[in-house]
């Protein structure tokens, strides 16, 4: 069943920290504070137009939401719970802190019907975290996981490689750590370089150098590989390019592509076909993974000219390719990237 979010943004209301990366008004696209009749319309406009067979979560993003005052936590949620009730919406999500989430806070949330509950984890190691503001350690981040976990909540994490003091190591071992906490799902966020904030006067004061495009392809490629062959549900990578996003002068330096996800499936099969070392590649497989195999801007067919050649099967699955009539299913050529060290 197809799965739909009914986006409420609630700003930076309630974080309490203002980290180094952080202009939470350019980043959800809200200044104001949202209040419970803004709620009801926008649920109300949703339902209108979604799909009557799908599920569907009321997502709470943006803020910090559990570092709101409780008062307002309930109010938000008890006008969310009728339409649980009613069936008319399956559950609640929500984004928030590690360091602000408790026994306490939890029973609160199962009682109103959240359902997913997703950390802004942003690193694993200390440093990075020391280095970006982030105000807490992960150990933190181990204790809030296994805490959701046992409530039964889905539980999503969202990490920023490229955060200042990272590495391709720090992040990759970031990446490691989070598979052994097996979250549901993953969000990945390079790192981009907002206006009015910390990071941008470490820029221009020379005292941050962001990724460009390039290394943030090379960095992230490993972590997305690692986390869907631990069967991690990749749900975002890259921000979404809003409009307030795109506006000039709102990023000012950094790995921004409004497609950076299929920008990395460009160098997956690129990747993987070239270390095939064959003479001639005749392709066949179902015609949605055409786009990837030929790559963004046609890049891995200018590569090899005259040498590809693909032909769509739609009788195959999505998960398999067929090369020079050897067939390869998505994991093995995960694998064989990871194997063959072509990071």
Not at 242 to 266: M, N, Q, R, W, Y
Request: glycine content about 6%; charged content about 30%; proline content about 4%.
């Amino acid at each position: 069943m197809k799965h739909y979010n009914i986006p409420i943004f609630i700003s930076h209301f309630g974080c309490p920290h203002t980290c180094v990366f952080c202009n939470q008004v350019k980043i959800n696209g809200r200044e104001t504070d949202v209040t419970c009749s803004d709620i009801k319309k926008k649920i109300e406009e949703h339902l209108e137009i979604l799909p009557k067979n799908s599920e569907k979560e009321v997502a709470f993003f943006g803020g910090t939401f559990t570092g709101i005052d409780k008062r307002i936590q309930e109010e938000y949620l008890a006008t969310v719970k009728p339409y649980i009730d009613s069936g008319f919406v399956d559950g609640i999500r929500l984004s928030t802190r590690p360091d602000y989430i408790n026994e306490k806070i939890l029973d609160l949330l199962l009682k109103y019907g959240v359902t997913t509950i997703e950390l802004g984890v942003q690193s694993m190691d200390d440093e990075v975290l020391s280095q970006s503001e982030r105000g807490y350690k992960s150990d933190i981040v181990e204790a809030a996981s296994t805490l959701i976990k046992s409530y039964g909540f889905k539980l999503g994490i969202q990490v920023m490689p490229g955060l200042p003091g990272s590495t391709n190591q720090t992040d990759y071992k970031t990446a490691e750590k989070i598979v052994k906490i097996k979250p549901d799902m993953v969000r990945i966020y390079p790192t981009l370089v907002i206006n009015n904030t910390k990071l941008e006067k470490m820029y221009y004061d020379k005292e941050y150098n962001p990724m460009d495009l390039e290394e943030a392809v090379d960095r992230v490629l490993p972590i997305m590989v690692l986390f869907e062959l631990n069967n991690i549900n990749i749900i975002r990578v890259g921000l979404q390019p809003s409009d307030d996003l795109c506006e000039e002068g709102v990023i000012k330096a950094g790995p921004f592509h409004p497609a950076f996800k299929e920008t990395i499936e460009t160098e997956i099969y690129g990747r993987f076909l070239r270390s095939l070392n064959l003479e001639t590649l005749d392709i066949v497989t179902h015609e949605k993974n055409i786009s990837k195999i030929v790559g963004m801007k046609k890049k891995n067919r200018l590569y090899f000219g005259e040498k590809m050649n693909i032909k769509n099967d739609n009788n195959l699955s999505l998960e398999k390719v067929v090369i020079n009539k050897v067939e390869y299913t998505r994991k093995e050529i995960l694998n064989k990237i990871l194997e063959s060290g072509i990071l």
